[in-house]
């Protein structure tokens, strides 16, 4: 029986502390809200977020630019394309046979 009233006594004190962190949040939540209502200026400007669009968006075109010439490449060399395939993958295979 002391066991369980131990365990009882440490729940109490757990619950004491959690109401006493969760007051200090509440208290600091409160803070921060007349902080960002005081602050307009930080509220209209734009996030990292929208700063990092443009040049994803300009990363995302980059690749479709070099295909057309890739594509171009691989009809003029056809063969120095299919060794260029070809060669890599017996390299691979053969390193897989061995693993």
Known sequence: MTG???VHTELDALR???HKTSGSMQAATAKERILRKGNDQAATAPGPKA???EPLRE???MPSGHTGRIDDFVKE???ASALA????GVAV????RRA
Do not use: C, I, S, Y
């Not at 395939?85 to 890599?88: K, L, T």
């Not at 295979?93 to 897989?96: F, H, N, P, S």
């Open 77 to 79: 060399h056809q063969l």
């Open 59 to 61: 990363l995302g075109k």
């Open 85 to 88: 395939a070809f060669v890599p």
């Open 4 to 6: 369980a009233a131990n």
């Open 16 to 18: 004491t502390d959690l």
């Open 93 to 96: 295979g053969r390193l897989m």
């Open 51 to 53: 700063e990092l669009e």
